[in-house]
């Protein structure tokens, strides 16, 4: 890339990077140290801004470089992340939303431990969190590692490391400093910029074929090498059985973890009623499709405008397709509309990766402090040393989440993000619905589904080609492959609820009625709610 590209987008990074550090500021000194200032915010977004922030929250980089270039390598198979990301939040609104905002405060284990012994419950609930919010902020720690190195034209490894690094460092202060106030409007900035630079992109594209998908989608198969199996199913996951149940495991796992994702489940909790929660859902569903549908048409654009060739040259999994496409749209290398847009469309994924990290460590964090540390701690403490802790354990989540993303930094950021919705489907969804809808179930039942989603969840991905096996393995050197799927998905989730059905039935404790009762009041009528 020129000088003028990298002097332009570095700028148009400061800018937003300015933009979002005065927010944080701002907040900063108007907080009151609470912990619901600390973890909700005070609880005072409205519906819309909230479903600004979830669509920000949602729309991370996995979204907008890796779905698109997953497309553009692999044509109608990379359609099925863009599907299984938006179906899931049916689940979300017709059977989390609402019950979730009405059982808990800041936390998915405030929902379970209200009807069980809290210790065992809490701590079992936030490892499974923190566990699923590190994976998660790992994908966005690779999608700033590719768009930094395409930025400076990979002249150097350490560019890499040092985006990885710098972008964990403004997610430590985001949060540190102005918890959910600072992040929220972080997120609805970062939404809009996004919405509206895919839509000017998607704008392009068309005129580019002058509105003929029909053409865009021919030009596109042309341009791949694959001819018309590059428009039918079959290019990524069809070739044998494997390749067929890990299509199967990926679906699963994208439409059943978003109502799993702590990140996500927190962001009912910023709204003053069950509600406002609800609309708050209709109001993403709405933005999150429209994104969703304007990257089925950059991933093809980017086939057939760069090359899926010149794709994976730049970038072996595809992440810097749309800030490829973006340069070839303004009128290619060298020339200053080429310069623009490629500067625009960078900052505007690296506004969305610093957006998504932060509110991604804010929720771990929250975990740690509010789940792990509440459980833990001494009973005289005060509420307000949560909110230190809090604080302290953004920093600790964002040094494992730099380390292991550079570790990762050569895989594909959707599919990275497949693995954390594959971890979070196992682990949290199975406790959340039993919790939920289960009068019989107990303490022991509720740790087992945890644990008994998480570590196989973990224990696959570690036995799968993703670590080992493979040259596209994190270590391609050693081979400890015996799990075949890339996506544990299809056995852990079935895992985690048989867990959570076995130790309920053989557990010598009683279920309570009484908080059960208290429970479904609760979540239906919200009586009683924070």
Known sequence: ???????????????????????????????????????VGGRLFSPMENGFAIAGDYMSAASFLGISGLIALYGYDGLLYGVGFLVAWLVVLFLVAELVRNCGRFTLADVVAARMRERPVRIAAGTSSVVVSVLYLVAQMVGAGSLVALLLGRTSGAAQVWAVIGVGALMVIYVSLGGMRATTWIQIVKAVLLLGGTVVLTVLVLLRFHGDVDRLLLTAAERSGQGRAFLAPGLRYGGDWTARLDFISLGLALVLGTAGLPHILSRFYTVPTARAARRSVVWSIGLIGSFYLMTIVLGFGAAAVVGTQAVRASN??????????????GGGAG?????????????????????????????????VAHDLYASLRRPHAKARSEVAVARWAAVG??????????????LNVAFLVGLAFAVAASANLPVLLYSLFWRGFTTRGAV???????LPAIGLVLLSPVVSGSP???????????????NPGIISIPLGFLAGWLGTVTSDEAADEAKYAETEVRSLTGAGAA
Request: glycine share 10%.
């Open 1 to 39: 890339m020129t000088g003028d590209h990298q002097a332009l987008a570095l700028l148009l990074f400061s800018g937003f990077v300015a933009v979002t550090l005065g927010i944080t500021t701002w907040v900063s000194r108007r907080r009151h140290g609470s912990a619901e200032e600390f973890y």
């Open 316 to 329: 072996a999994a595809g992440n810097t397709a749309v800030p490829l496409l973006a340069l070839d749209l």
């Open 335 to 367: 020339s200053t509309g080429g310069t623009v847009l490629f500067a625009v469309v960078a900052a505007v994924a690296f506004a969305t990766i610093l957006a998504v990290v932060a509110g991604i460590t804010l929720a771990s964090s929250a975990s």
């Open 397 to 410: 989540v964002g040094v494992v989440a730099i380390a292991l993303g550079l570790l990762a930094r050569d």
């Open 448 to 454: 087992w589904a945890v644990y008994g989603g998480l």
């Open 472 to 486: 596209d393995s994190l270590f391609p050197g050693v081979d400890f492959q015996y799990f075949p799927l890339e």
